[in-house]
């Protein structure tokens, strides 16, 4: 059961959500850090950075009384809540330590993980104090990427199984999302919303029955609710397309973490934990429905074309464009090809310009920046027909730069311009739902 910072966000929160777990009886539990507390952290770390000790000093404080209030608010137990303020004492001297250190990566890393840190000392102490039989085990003892910073899945089940076995007939094991250590032993973490795949890599660990990620929200919307009015949940996907939905912008899961659930096979459920009872969605390997099922966006998009006189039958070509992006590390999106030319997209300019260097090598090279790929998911194998001229038409009114359909059975992928982005998800909607 993983819970997200909105499901821990206040000491209410976090009663309702251990009561779920109560009602679970036998459950692993990854939390998030408080909704709020990690963006905290990382303007913290800028504060440090650019020498601004004062303000530091002062954002540190902030955070220690929101977590003494909350502490007090949790636990009435006098011994447990005397317990929680003195671990607040030690985790806050530690944290204020940060800024009179040479301060790099590695420093900022270890200050983002205190969120997750605080959020599962409080609420351990609370599962006390409710008389549950649970455990605190430390997520940087078993969570470990390896050296291409992929989590090494190896590593974290011979681990987890360890650090379980010391502790016979628990009910309810209490971890860390999103923090880990990287191959050479220091802390890390995976990436921003990485808490839902730590739940997701844990669970692939010790074979879970299933995966519930509990969040804000019903399940897996059929747009994107924070642009589009009167989205709806989808009761099932398969893990296919809640990869493409996850990876293309559905800020509900974090974008890998399908990956693991779907290699185990074992389902994944998003709840909502203001909203219990509500079946939410279920991801396993779904029979198909010949539906269109949902749309996501993705957003800073870069559009790189490269036009050749002498890509004319020539064989070898593409392999040559694809190993400049291998070289420089950069994942490609989509790719669309014509005779003479062919489009890809990245999602991150930080080598844009070497990469640039090398492709004018091949040809006349443009690029468009400020892009989004908007994903259309659902059963589309190719025999179904109707569905990209469905998707096509309800966009005519759109510029579309890129269309990428036929590369797997779940997805079409179509490039539009930032501002076009709301009216095409909402246009999307329209016809489509
Ligand atoms: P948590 O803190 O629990 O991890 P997140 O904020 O990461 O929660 O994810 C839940 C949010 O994802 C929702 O509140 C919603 O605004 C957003 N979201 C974006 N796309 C979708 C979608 N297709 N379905 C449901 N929620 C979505
Ligand atoms: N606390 C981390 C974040 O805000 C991880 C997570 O919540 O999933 O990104
Ligand atoms: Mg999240």
């Not at 910072?5 to 206040?10: D, I, L, N, P, Q």
């Not at 050296?147 to 190896?154: F, L, T, V």
């Not at 005779?339 to 091949?362: A, M």
Request: aromatic share 6%; charged share 25%.
């Amino acid at each position: 059961m993983k819970f997200g910072g909105t499901s821990v966000g206040s000491a209410q929160r976090m009663k309702n959500m251990v009561s779920l777990v109560a009602a679970a009886g036998n459950a692993t539990v990854v939390l998030s850090a408080m909704s709020g507390t990690t963006n905290s952290l990382i303007s913290l770390s800028q504060c440090i950075v650019d020498g601004e000790s004062g303000n530091a000093a002062k954002q540190i404080d902030d955070l220690e009384k929101k977590y003494r209030d909350t502490a007090s608010e949790l636990i009435s137990d006098t011994a447990l809540l005397k317990e929680a303020h003195s671990n607040l004492d030690s985790i806050f001297s530690e944290l204020r330590q940060y800024p009179a250190m040479e301060f790099s990566e590695k420093q900022e890393k270890e200050v983002v993980a205190f969120g997750e840190r605080l959020s599962t000392m409080l609420v351990s102490l609370y599962m006390k104090e409710k008389g549950m039989n649970s455990v605190l085990l430390d997520a940087t003892e078993f969570m470990r990427t390896n050296s291409d910073g992929e989590p090494d899945q190896e590593y974290i089940k011979e681990n987890i199984e360890i650090a379980m076995k010391r502790h016979p007939g628990v009910d309810v094991f209490l971890t860390q999302g999103f923090i880990c250590r990287n191959h050479k032993g220091e802390i890390d973490n995976l990436q921003r919303g990485g808490s839902d795949y730590t739940a997701s890599l844990i669970g692939a660990a010790i074979n879970a029955d299933e995966i519930q990620i509990w969040t804000d929200i019903d399940g897996m919307h059929n747009n994107d609710p924070r642009f589009v009015e009167g989205t709806t949940p989808v009761s099932e996907l398969h893990f296919e397309e809640a990869a493409e939905l996850a990876y293309f912008g559905a800020k509900i899961l974090h974008p890998t973490c399908v990956q693991p659930a779907k290699h185990a096979n074992i389902p994944v459920r998003l709840l909502n934990t203001m909203q219990p009872e509500a079946p939410g969605t279920v991801i396993f390997n779904a029979k198909p429905t010949h539906t269109i099922k949902a749309v996501a966006a993705k957003d800073n998009i870069t559009a790189i074309k490269i036009k050749s006189s002498h890509m004319l039958l020539a064989y070898g070509f593409l392999r040559k464009v694809f190993e400049i992006f291998e070289k420089y590390q950069t994942p490609i999106d989509m790719i669309t090809t014509s005779e003479v030319g062919v489009s890809v997209t990245i999602d991150n300019e930080r080598n844009l310009k070497p990469i640039l260097g090398e492709l004018e090598e091949f040809g006349n090279v443009t690029v468009d920046h400020d892009m989004v790929i908007v994903c259309v998911v659902g059963d589309l194998e190719w025999k179904n027909r109707g569905f990209e001229a469905e998707v096509v038409n309800a966009l005519k009114d759109i510029p579309v730069r890129m269309i990428s359909y036929g590369g797997s059975n779940y997805n079409i992928s179509l490039l539009i311009r930032k501002e076009d982005k709301i009216p095409a998800l909402q246009l999307l909607s329209e016809h489509l739902f």
